[in-house]
């Protein structure tokens, strides 16, 4: 008698010690996903966002265009799930950038289209949407052409399947120097690159989604970087003027706000100031030739952003079976998420990534620095 009470103790304490070790293992387990989730979406966005502005004009490197976005917003969007789960909210992160290894030279011929100097060819299939950047060979005058339905196949050297966007070109289709030809005067022909960031369901989770191109949110073609992505949040820190500089008296672009700080979007921001404006063409922007301490380059307008700070909540994918424990949510810069633990574990993490292109005064055509007859593109931008 005396033996089976002690092995039935030895046996429930064997089975208690295995219960919690299961129990730790699978909390570890827990933590380790949404921790791993955050740190892939951490280096994708960090990898990206330094390239922003690169080889574009500064006025066009960001986008803040709420037309066709979920709810026709770019901050705080909320998606609900299913009973039970919690909810995500994210903000839109939009901006573009040249391929710095691609280089064609061609011309363009109006309605003939997009012809490559004999020889070459696109090099990669070219998909609904895409933007092309022909370039003068002095840098300053650029059009941008976008890629019809049906695309454009990596083996042709010519297309007309492409249709002029005027609103990113800084010149027009007809210009003589867009159909010039010969090594010293042939446009050169630039990818342009353009990516968006935010909080998509798939199937029933939220995850971090990059869509290439800024036309539509083609889930076809978007490329999850993390799931169970509860949080999304993007904050803009704005040109500052030197506060011994001619500029000190400047307001702040976020004056609005409870706590002006120069930074849009970060706690505490008044519903003006989550994000910069969508650039108006019809109002004062800061251009190439604006000197770096002039007074419009420290308004809130786009080309204006110096840094991007981005906060990203991951959650384990199940919470706890009790439901006690986990980490409850926190307020990521303007999101009002706080909340009591329910017991999802949560890992959060914040970066900041500057963004030196756009700083830049001069448009240039690669390769960067290289010596012209002609005198241009001696800075190399």
């Not at 399947?161 to 010293?184: A, P």
């Not at 036309?215 to 040109?239: C, G, H, K, R, W």
């Not at 424990?325 to 914040?350: I, K, Q, V, W």
């Amino acid at each position: 008698m005396v033996g089976t009470v002690t092995t039935t103790i030895i046996l429930a304490a064997v089975a208690v010690s295995f219960a919690g070790i299961q129990g730790s293992y699978q909390t570890e387990s827990r933590i380790k996903v949404s921790v791993e989730g955050v740190r892939t979406a951490t280096q994708f966005v960090e990898q990206r966002l330094r390239l922003a502005g690169y080889g574009v004009d500064p006025r066009f490197a960001f986008d803040f265009s709420a037309v066709g976005l979920p709810g026709e917003t770019k901050s705080n969007h909320t998606l609900v799930f299913a009973s039970g789960a919690p909810k995500s909210v994210t903000d839109d992160l939009a901006f573009r950038y040249r391929d710095a290894a691609y280089l064609r030279r061609g011309r363009f011929l109006g309605a003939a289209g997009l012809q490559l100097e004999p020889g070459f060819s696109f090099g990669v299939d070219l998909a609904k949407g895409q933007r092309l950047l022909v370039s003068c060979n002095n840098g300053k005058k650029y059009l941008v052409l976008k890629v019809n339905a049906g695309g454009v196949a990596k083996n042709l050297g010519a297309s007309a399947n492409f249709t002029v966007d005027t609103k990113l070109s800084s010149t027009t289709q007809d210009d003589t120097c867009l159909s010039k030809t010969g090594e010293l005067d042939a446009p050169y022909v630039l990818l342009l690159h353009e990516v968006r960031l935010r909080i998509m369901d798939l199937g029933g989770r939220p995850f971090l989604m990059a869509f290439q191109g800024l036309d539509e949110l083609n889930m076809d073609t978007a490329v999850p970087l993390a799931a169970d992505v509860e949080s999304f949040q993007v904050a803009y820190i704005m040109n500052r003027p030197p506060l011994d500089g001619d500029n000190a008296g400047l307001p702040p672009v976020d004056i609005a706000s409870d706590e002006p700080n120069w930074i849009l979007g970060d706690l505490n921001s008044a519903d003006k100031d989550r994000h910069p404006p969508q650039r108006d063409p019809l109002k004062p922007e800061p251009k190439y030739g604006d000197p770096y301490d002039a007074a419009i380059r420290y308004s809130n307008h786009p080309a204006n952003i110096r840094a991007v700070r981005v906060a990203i909540s991951v959650r384990s994918a199940t919470p706890e079976p009790n439901g006690r424990r986990g980490f409850g949510r926190e307020d990521l810069e303007d999101s009002g998420e706080l909340s009591a633990p329910d017991g999802y574990y949560r890992t959060n993490m914040t970066t900041t990534v500057r963004v030196p292109n756009l700083m830049s005064r001069s448009g240039f055509n690669p390769p960067v620095g290289a010596l012209h007859p002609s005198g241009s593109n001696v800075w190399g931008g």
